[in-house]
């Protein structure tokens, strides 16, 4: 079953030119001017369109058991909705219970993520220390493909990585040639901080910025950083937030430190007045860590992404509903935290980045898909139209217009944290593994059609470099 996209423009990381692209047995076969309509191919008329790569989202969680409930989207629910967003690939975590063994989890997640109607892979989460994980990270690195090890620095009690943790575990990354990753939020100081705001009387979702102010993801930032300078290890910094964990990224990426950081699409246009609205339902449909931030800071998101200090974009999509949310009603400690937007993230990036002139489309590439195939080595099979790539496509109407509501989105969660939103530049056709799954605002997707993708280690440092 082939596919000509005939009439676009491609749109790389690296330059923009006209081109019509022929996609077989999965992969890019050909790209060139008037090619030639193969026997029975579907023909997409992209005239007046980019053609771009498909979006890669370096973080979600479906299906995740958290804080007593599970996710309402599912592997085949939430890759859907991806694909209907222009996405064609996610890594999600698998994040194994204290204790449990690494490689246990990650085989659970495995057999849930088949379900998954878009390519696939996983970080795995490294929640407690033993002999037994330092040996089966190496397992995970050379039979897994997994090159990426997460490190929650908050979540007291549940999966919080101390610093003991965090340097066994960096190390053996280290070694392995993978990376680290980090949710870098102090979680002795946010446990402290909750109790305190909670006894003072704050109860309702107003409390759950309160305790998780911007100094606590910027010291677990600069913590994580500098632990990984002095191990000489790469990391890499999920959902930064604020100013404060930015300039800790910013100043190591300055002194020639290889650190990454990644956004979401929410905290680069919502900030935290929703925590003050009084409406429960509206408030705790934001809650999630690290929450969204006063209005000084979406603008130095911005400004982080455009100059290349934070290089991925993701939406950390993570949904619960409105009866899940309901737990943590009189207690914002145990509202589950989360929110989901893995469809929107690619049209919020065009319309308040490219449309507002804060990115070229070459860099809505780059934060989109490119960076993201690059830092967890998935590049060139991801992340760029080239011949021999999987065919992994988005062809995108930079004019049609919509307006983002829960009521009209492909996820499966009753809420959407960019309700009412006007947007221009969605995704036309979304095509997967060589298949056109979206059309017009039409799904076509099937169960089980994405497949786990391995990413390779990159060459283990200590091969060419000695620590001190
Ligand atoms: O912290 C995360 O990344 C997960 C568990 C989702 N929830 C959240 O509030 N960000
Ligand atoms: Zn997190
Ligand atoms: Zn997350």
């Known amino acids: 079953m082939s596919v000509l996209i005939s009439g676009g423009t491609i749109v790389n990381a690296d330059r923009t030119f006209a081109a019509d692209v022929i996609c077989d047995h999965g992969r890019i076969m050909a790209i060139g001017e008037d090619l030639e309509t193969p026997d029975g191919a579907t023909v997409i008329d992209a005239t007046g369109r980019y053609v771009m790569p498909g979006g890669i989202d370096p973080h979600t969680h479906m299906q995740l058991p958290f804080m007593g409930t599970v996710t309402s989207e599912d592997f085949f629910s939430g890759t859907s909705a991806a694909l209907a967003g222009g996405t064609t690939m996610i890594i999600d975590f698998a994040i194994p219970k204290m204790g449990q063994s690494i490689i246990e989890a990650y085989d659970t997640w495995r057999e849930w993520a088949e379900q998954s109607a878009c390519d696939y892979s996983l970080h795995v989460g490294i929640t407690w220390w033993g002999d037994s994980v330092h040996r089966d990270m190496e397992t995970l690195v050379r039979d ?57 009387g704050i109860t309702g979702p107003e409390g759950h910025p309160l305790s998780r102010p911007p100094a606590v993801e910027g010291e677990a930032a600069n913590r994580a950083i500098r632990i990984a300078e002095v191990l000489d290890v790469p990391v890499y910094i999920v959902h930064v937030t604020c100013r404060e964990a930015l300039d800790a990224i910013t100043r190591a990426r300055l002194e020639g430190q290889r650190v990454f950081g990644e956004v ?17 339902r509206f408030a705790a449909g934001h809650v999630m860590s690290p929450p969204f931030r006063s209005a000084e800071h979406p603008p130095a998101l911005w ?20 009866d899940q949310k309901a737990l943590g009603k009189g207690d914002f400690r ?3 935290n989360g929110t989901g937007s893995v469809e929107n993230r690619m049209e919020v990036l065009w319309t308040h980045g490219v449309r507002t002139g804060r990115l070229t489309m070459n860099e809505f590439v780059q934060v989109t898909s490119a960076n993201a195939a690059q830092i967890f080595n998935l590049y060139p099979r991801k992340g760029v139209i080239a011949t021999g790539s999987d065919a992994d496509i988005v062809v995108w109407d930079p004019d049609a217009t919509k307006v983002i509501s829960a009521k009209t989105h492909h996820m499966n969660i009753d809420f959407s944290i960019f309700e009412g939103m006007e947007i221009t530049g969605t995704p036309s056709h979304t095509i997967s593994r060589g298949k056109v799954v979206f059309t017009d605002g039409k799904l076509d997707v099937e169960r089980g059609a994405g497949r786990y993708v391995d990413r390779p280690p990159y060459a283990p440092v200590a091969n060419f470099r000695q620590t001190a």
Not at 303 to 322: E, R
């Open 334 to 336: 145990a509202i589950p």
């Open 303 to 322: 400004q982080g992404l455009q100059a290349g200090n934070l290089q991925t974009t993701g939406t950390d999509h993570c949904c619960f509903n409105a």
């Open 144 to 200: 897994g493909g997994v090159n990426s090890f997460k490190h929650f620095m908050a979540y007291k009690g549940i999966n919080m990585a101390d610093d003991e943790i965090l340097v066994s575990s960096f190390m053996r990354a280290r070694e392995l040639g993978a990376i680290p990753t980090v949710h870098a939020e102090n979680g002795e100081l946010v446990d402290r901080m909750q109790q305190i705001i909670f006894e003072r």
């Open 264 to 280: 979401l699409a929410g905290h680069l246009v919502v900030d935290d007045s929703v925590y003050r609205n009084e409406d429960f």
